[in-house]
């Protein structure tokens, strides 16, 4: 059988930290290169739609991945504390 990987929560921390330093710079390229982005998604060529696909698509992964870092081991903290009340 594979190894289940588990992170501890000083590693999800700052993968979360970085994939939203991470966001925050490709919003910041994308806000400052509009004029050349603009350009690329209104030329005819098949490099438009892949163009508006890439920025979507690793904007959506490295938003996506912080936010379910956090929200798993805030979760997970909340349940385990939840576990110990019950007992």
């Keep these: 059988m594979a190894k289940k990987h588990v ?29 050349a982005i603009n350009k690329i998604l209104q030329s005819q060529t098949y490099y438009a739609p892949l163009t508006a696909v890439v920025i979507v698509l690793l904007a ?3 938003y996506g991945t912080a936010a379910s870092n956090i929200l798993k081991h805030t979760l997970q903290e909340k349940l385990k504390s939840q576990e110990l009340r019950e007992e």
């Design 7 to 35: 992170e501890n929560k000083k590693t999800a921390m700052l993968q979360a930290f970085l994939c939203l330093i991470g966001t925050a710079v490709l919003y910041v390229f994308v806000f400052t290169k509009m004029d």
């Design 60 to 62: 959506s992964f490295l």
